[in-house]
């Protein structure tokens, strides 16, 4: 642990004197990470999202927006040496690890919480084995012929309080009679058309996802659409609808015409843990994996139960079950509340010692509450998030470390955040809990860009790029 003056601990300081210390300390531990630093030029911000996949068949049928790209995936595992064997992504989001390494020849194991990301997995999964050339068939006669055109509603749309009105009265009418129509094909068709539509409810909708919340066009009448916000051209359900029909016709079509694997390589296993990483680590056993490739959720208080929304209503999750998923997540939004860590895994203990003793963390947390009582926060949540993420993260680290075999490499893409002013070096933060939980830091990969903070903390502290950054820690 790095080593500073501790005698102002307890000391509550002047809001200037809290951030030079914070400073002080961030310095500190950037000179102890000083040789691990590498600005990568080939590391793009379309590489570490989910632009790269925008034009590349199966990945682009969902836009999974928090996800980053199949060609990052490639360049790691090639880049590193990670060619047999086995590995984990433990916030699996769509499953683009998952399928890299599958179509690498290697087995992968994902947890995902989020019923969104396991419908994409699971139908991806399907396309990947269980469907036949009649079932494509059957959709391109969906295309051509419009077979929900014929069908009476019977099949009410789910929604949610937050989902209320999201769609023009013709859609909502289109998306229910294609519904209906859907439980008259087999089971492998039904899971691909409705996998097509939960593809497209953002384009026919008056939403779009913005982060923390779900924004609404002011054609929706919606209470919260306010400042004039017009997100542009809302599809209409045919057009939408067969648009991703035929791309995923084309894309499996593409499929069938050739072998997608070198003839000496053949797909590994997928399977998916559909749960909370937190639940599901403590219970695989150590030294399972060659390699772990992960992008959890940022520390930038992003509520995917509201920008999925629509999608989570349709998929069934009410607003009790929203409730859970939201409380279930990694501690990223402001409403999640306080995890009891040692009673979930009381083998955690070390983690979160660790957690407790890291410096800059602690200084950060003693200065956002302190913002907090002094009402300086935009929302009085923001400091137990910050702690929570932390702290929940270190016991995944801890975990991850258990669960790699000798020689193996976790790679996680995140970004650093700032709160109240202040920059919360996410990537070093992180990496100091690596080195005391059982991983050699072997480079913090830069992209040579970074990202902007927030409008809101460039009205109040000016504009300053925060890092976005690949880490690469290997097990010795």
Known sequence: MLELDTALTGVILSEDAARERIECIDKSLLQHFEDKFRVEPALTRSLVSFQANKTRPAYRWYKFKEGFSAELVEYLLLRYGVSTGGILDPFAGSGTALFVASARGMDADGIELLPIGQQIISTRRLFES????????????????????????????????????????????????????????????????????????????????????????????????????????????????????????????????????????????????????????????????????????????????????????LLGVDEKGLTELRQEMLSCTVENRVKDLLKINPRWRTAVA??????????????????????????????????GYFYELACVIAECSRLLKPGGLFFMVNDNVRYAGVSVSVDMILSDFAEHLGFDVENISVLPIGKGNSSQQMGAHGREPLRKCVYVWRKP
């Open 354 to 387: 660790i957690a407790d003793k890291q410096l800059l963390l602690e200084a950060i947390l003693k200065y956002l509450e302190e913002q907090k009582a002094a009402g300086k926060l935009n929302n009085s949540g923001i400091a137990r998030m910050v702690r």
């Open 130 to 313: 269980g469907f036949t050339a009649e079932d494509l068939d059957t959709l391109k006669r969906w295309t051509h012929v419009r077979v929900w055109h014929q069908a009476e509603r019977r099949v009410s749309l789910r929604e949610l309080r937050i989902t209320k009105g999201a769609y023009p009265q013709e859609t909502k009418e289109s998306i229910e009679r294609y519904l209906t129509a859907c439980q008259g094909e087999n089971d492998r068709v039904q899971a691909a058309l409705r996998f097509a539509l939960l593809c497209i409810l953002e384009s026919i909708s008056y939403t779009r996802k913005d982060g923390q919340y779900l924004r609404w066009d002011t054609r929706s009448g919606h209470g919260s659409s306010k400042k004039g916000f017009n997100k542009g051209a809302i599809l209409s359900f045919d057009e939408a609808i067969c648009g991703k029909l035929d791309e995923m016709i084309a894309d499996l079509s593409l499929r069938s015409q050739k072998n997608l694997f070198p003839a000496d390589t053949h797909p590994g296993r997928i399977h998916l843990f559909e749960d909370s990483s937190l639940d599901i680590l403590p219970q695989i056993n150590d030294r399972s994996y060659d390699a772990i490739i992960t992008s959890p959720p940022y520390c930038n208080r992003y509520d995917y139960t509201r920008t999925y929304a629509l999608e989570l209503a």
